[in-house]
């Protein structure tokens, strides 16, 4: 079974652009969640969606956004893109909406300059 | 906050010799301790988890140890090898949300 696939995996925008990541989960996986991972903080959460509905969120500002469609598939949104923003973004899937048990895809690696 | 507090931040090991990390919490309503394995350019690797209905659970040389009184729990790398050189998460989270990690433990095996 094909495992969480994300793209692009490298990605380098200007200060002030947007940008859209990619997450497809695992099969038949219906849950998709996001982190940042920097150095400084550590790994965050950002949000989790379900049924294309977002069910968590974390505590980033209103510029990190997403949406998942009706085949569970997940992008994310990042919005007037600020230096601090660089850091690898990771999606992770799991099989239903609040099952701990979450796999996560290799990152794409936002660098902000 | 931070949530989950691991430690420590990094370990140097000799290859045979035994890898503890080490992490603790606080919020009672936790119910569910991953623990995962990155290696660089990679996403996290679950690499096993447990309930605090068990004190202890062991998957090949991969061991979790949980204190539910002391609100700590541990992984031991027994026999270490210089393929397990990589970070490592705990992680936390109570029923239905999402995972709190800790800040990473680098290990570095020693040949």
């Known amino acids: 079974k094909a495992g969480v696939t994300q793209t692009p995996r490298y990605l380098i925008k200007t200060r002030g652009q947007q940008v859209t990541l990619s997450c497809s989960p695992i099969s038949g996986h219906r849950s998709v969640s996001w982190y940042q991972q920097t150095p400084g903080q550590g790994l965050q959460f950002l949000f989790e969606?379900?049924?294309?509905?977002?069910?968590n969120k974390g505590n980033f500002p209103g510029r990190f956004s997403g949406r998942q469609f009706s085949n569970s598939r997940s992008e994310m949104n990042v919005s007037t893109l600020e230096l601090g923003d660089s850091a690898l973004y990771l999606c992770a899937s799991s099989l239903v909406l609040g099952d701990s048990e979450q796999y996560f895809g290799p990152g794409t690696r936002l660098t902000v300059t | 906050q931070q949530q989950v507090k691991q430690s420590p931040q990094s370990l140097i090991v000799q290859k045979g010799g035994i890898s503890i990390i080490n992490c603790a919490y606080e919020n009672t309503a936790f119910d569910y301790f991953p623990w995962y394995q990155q290696f660089p350019g990679k996403g996290p690797a679950l690499l096993i988890a447990i309930r605090p209905d068990v004190s202890e659970k062991k998957e090949g040389r991969f061991t979790i140890s949980f204190n539910k009184s002391a609100k700590q729990f541990s992984l031991h790398i027994m026999d270490s090898q210089p393929g397990d050189s990589a970070t490592y998460f705990c992680?936390?989270?109570?029923?239905?949300?999402?995972?709190?990690f800790g800040k990473g433990t680098s290990l570095l095996v020693t040949p």
């Open positions: 992680a936390a989270s109570p029923p239905g949300y999402a995972l709190n």
């Open positions: 969606y379900f049924s294309e509905t977002q069910r």
